[in-house]
């Protein structure tokens, strides 16, 4: 459970080598998303959307899984991060058992959903956690960021809502950004300017309590409202196409059919 307040969770939020990227404000959110998961073990951790296991890394439960509709990505993956495993599905058909996982991560994907589809995810995501869990989801700051926030408080006593991207970082990014592409430039990654990256990304502490022009909303959900019995994930039930890569084959059980 997250016992410090969001505001002292970010201002002391170390921001170091680990967390580089010359977008102060994704800096920002990987510092926030290792911190959080860091106080997080158990057995599941379910990465939705995962490319090539790409936050691996931030996790501390001691199963890793990986959801992606990209089978190349998920092989990457499986590569790259032995231990973990991946599911290959599109996330609208992803339908976990209930209180299955202890953690939830799912950044910069569900704006490829439709509007709708969105919203249903995060109930199968949020059916999914287990009671005490951690669910960390983050969308871009558009018409549709607050449906889905209020879809999430409606499983969640504590929703905490960070708006990252503020005018320093959106700043710092322009730069960065030559015909519509970020990083298209020639200091791009180089090191004094992912140091000022950080530098910026340490005053989203301040500002993200404000919902103003930023660009991120990242969507941090704990104490679930309705506590049901948990089920575990059994990849006995998919069907292993790949070392490491499953897919669905089985029809869905009753809890993962309450939705
Ligand atoms: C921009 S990447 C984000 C990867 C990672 N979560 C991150 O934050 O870096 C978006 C990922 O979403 C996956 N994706 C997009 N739509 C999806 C869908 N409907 N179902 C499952 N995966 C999807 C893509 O294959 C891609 O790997």
């Not at 890394?57 to 590569?79: I, K």
């Not at 599109?90 to 299955?100: A, H, M, S, V, Y």
């Not at 104490?223 to 575990?232: A, D, I, Q, Y």
Request: proline share 5%; with cysteine.
């Amino acid at each position: 459970m997250i016992r410090q307040s969001m505001r002292e969770i970010t201002l002391g939020l170390p921001i170091h080598g680990k967390h580089n990227s010359c977008d102060p404000g994704k800096t920002f959110l990987w510092a926030l998303m290792d911190e959080l998961l860091q106080r997080r073990g158990g057995e599941l951790g379910i990465d939705a959307a995962c490319d090539y296991f790409k936050n691996h890394h931030y996790f501390r439960t001691r199963e890793y899984v990986g959801v992606d509709h990209n089978l190349e990505a998920l092989r990457r993956g499986a590569r790259l991060h032995p231990s973990g495993r991946g599911i290959l599905t599109r996330l609208e058909d992803f339908q976990p058992p209930q209180g299955c996982a202890d953690v939830i991560v799912s950044t910069h994907t569900l704006q490829y959903l439709a509007p709708e589809a969105r919203l249903q995810v995060a109930d199968a995501l949020a059916n999914a956690l287990t009671a005490q869990g951690l669910l960390l989801v983050q969308v871009p700051h558009d018409e549709h960021a607050p449906a889905l926030v209020r879809r999430l408080q409606s499983h969640f006593q504590r929703v905490d809502v960070l708006y990252i991207g503020n005018g320093l970082s959106r700043l710092c990014t322009r730069l960065f950004t030559k015909k519509g592409i970020f990083g298209r430039t020639r200091l791009f990654n180089s090191r004094p300017v992912l140091a000022l990256a950080r530098l910026i990304a340490r005053t989203e502490a301040r500002t993200w309590q404000r919902p103003g022009r930023q660009t991120r909303v990242c969507i941090c959900c704990t104490l679930k409202r309705r506590n049901s019995p948990s089920e575990p994930l059994d990849l006995r039930r998919y069907h292993e196409i790949e070392p490491n890569i499953f897919q669905r084959t089985h029809a869905p059980t009753a809890s993962e059919n309450t939705l």
